[in-house]
């Protein structure tokens, strides 16, 4: 189910919101519709830059996930600025067939002709993925405990 920032009255918001609610390997052949050729790009594990580098990201989460997608919850807009919260659901393909659901943020910049020219992911790693990884996951929770003890 689609989330509601692909309702959102800038073509901008609804553009990129769609991109990544409808991504699939098939539409990484697009990405130049929606990021400038050297936009850049950095999540937790990722900092690149160019079309081909954010493109390998992406082929990366296909290769090493099952049914990764994007459900994009809001968005808030102020010029060229974009905040997007959202949610990132998939499987593990090696230690888990359980469903995941990573939460997190975008904050995205648009160039002049509209494409993203910045995109930055902010998400919680230990919470949201070393947590659930089988024997990381227990060390992490300990840690967790121990710090607000």
Known sequence: ??????AHPDARVQRVAA??????????????????????????FNEVAGLDAIREVFD???????????????????GRQCLLTWDFRFRFRRFSADLQTVRGASHLRFGDD???VLHRDYWDVAEE?????PGVGALMRWLKRRARS
């Not at 993925?129 to 990884?133: A, D, S, V």
């Open 1 to 6: 189910m689609p989330g509601a920032a692909r």
């Open 19 to 44: 991109f990544f609610e409808d991504l699939e390997p098939g539409a990484l052949g697009r990405l130049g519709e929606v990021y400038a050729e050297d936009a850049r790009f950095k999540d937790p």
């Open 60 to 78: 990366h989460m296909y290769r090493s996930l099952d049914g990764p997608h994007f459900v994009v919850h809001e968005a808030v807009l102020e």
């Open 114 to 116: 509209g494409r993203v």
């Open 129 to 133: 993925l070393y947590e659930k990884l």
